[in-house]
């Protein structure tokens, strides 16, 4: 039963341009959403979060959206930059209990 | 302030046997989370350990156990290992249980 789900296992983009991962999710009593970034050889690195009372967060290039009545949540990378390659994980939980992840997108900025 | 760190990186053992790994938190975090993530999933939840008792577990079989340690380091033992536990083991400590965590480099486990 994989709650978090990443539809695209990749994607491709121009430096410079926008790139946007999706997510969705099944489980309602989530209420806190977060993004991993993973280099190759590394654990998965924190990038940002929100809360499921906020519909949006944006800390530097990165965005994140949430839209609570679609179960959906997107990153927003503007502008991307080839150091942006990597896998993205998206996650979420309910308070207190377990982190759930989907199963990553590789992100290629290409220069 | 040093990170988490993770040991071994690399480990090969043999269907049927035990194997520990080890995990010491980031400074000042009480709280570890081990995540298995197999090739092309993402990682999967087994188990948090919060000031040195389980606080929530996956849907993994009893052979996996933990231990965390009151310098709040920790250890996953797997025992008769299995084919499918083939994969990469993440440790992850955090300030608390639903805060932000950080994580580990990985070890990664082949049985053979």
């Known amino acids: 039963d994989q709650q978090v789900k990443q539809n695209s296992p990749s994607l491709s983009v121009q430096e410079g341009r926008i790139s946007i991962l999706n997510c969705d999710y099944t489980n309602s009593m989530f209420d806190y959403f977060l993004w991993y970034k993973k280099y190759p050889a590394e654990g998965p690195t924190f990038l940002i979060s929100?809360?499921?009372?906020?519909d949006k967060n944006e800390d530097g290039r990165f965005t994140v959206f949430l839209n609570k009545s679609a179960k959906h949540l997107s990153l927003h990378i503007v502008p991307s930059q080839p150091g942006d390659s990597a896998v993205y994980f998206c996650?979420?939980?309910?308070?207190?209990?377990?982190?759930?992840f989907g199963t990553g997108t590789k992100l290629q900025v290409i220069p | 302030e040093t990170g988490v760190t993770q040991s071994p990186t690399h480990l090969i053992k043999t269907r049927g046997q035990q194997v520990t790994l080890r995990c010491s938190s980031q400074s000042g975090h009480n709280t570890v989370s081990w995540y298995q993530q197999a090739l092309g999933q993402g990682p999967q939840f087994i188990f948090q350990?919060?000031?040195?008792?389980?606080?929530g577990r996956g849907n993994f079989p009893p052979r996996f156990s933990g231990l965390q340690f009151p310098n709040y380091s920790s250890e996953l033992n797997v025992n008769a290992l299995e084919l499918d536990d083939s994969a990469l083991y993440l440790c992850?400590?955090?300030?608390?249980?639903?805060?932000?965590?950080?994580f580990g480099q990985g070890t990664r486990l082949t049985v053979v």
């Open positions: 992850a400590s955090s300030l608390g249980p639903s805060t932000e965590a950080f």
């Open positions: 996650a979420a939980n309910k308070s207190y209990q377990k982190v759930t």
């Open positions: 929100i809360s499921s009372i906020k």
């Open positions: 350990y919060y000031r040195e008792e389980e606080n």
